[in-house]
């Protein structure tokens, strides 16, 4: 599943980005999984961000980075695959 990550919040820990899923379908975090090859917790949740008539934006999802030290490896603008390991 493709995301575009549109918003890193670094300033705290744990780290944690928005992220706009680029393709529709379902999807699932776990343990295992990583997004563009950066491990992630197993936490998932959807922002009150909003589309520019005002409707809620269901396509933002926010990941939570299973350490800082991947930060590095992220940036706003890039797409990434959102993976099971």
């Given at each position: ?18 992220a706009?899923?680029l ?33 809620p ?28 390991v």
């Amino acid at each position: 599943m493709k995301f575009r990550i549109e918003y890193i919040f670094d300033q705290k820990r744990p780290v944690s980005l928005f992220a706009r899923q680029l393709e529709a379908g379902q999807f699932a975090v776990s343990e295992g999984s990583n997004l563009g090859g950066v491990p992630i917790k197993p936490y998932l949740s959807q922002p009150r961000a909003l589309t520019p008539d005002g409707r809620p934006d269901m396509t933002i999802f926010t990941f939570v980075l299973a350490t800082a030290h991947d930060l590095p490896r992220l940036q706003v603008g890039q797409e990434v695959e959102l993976k099971e390991v």
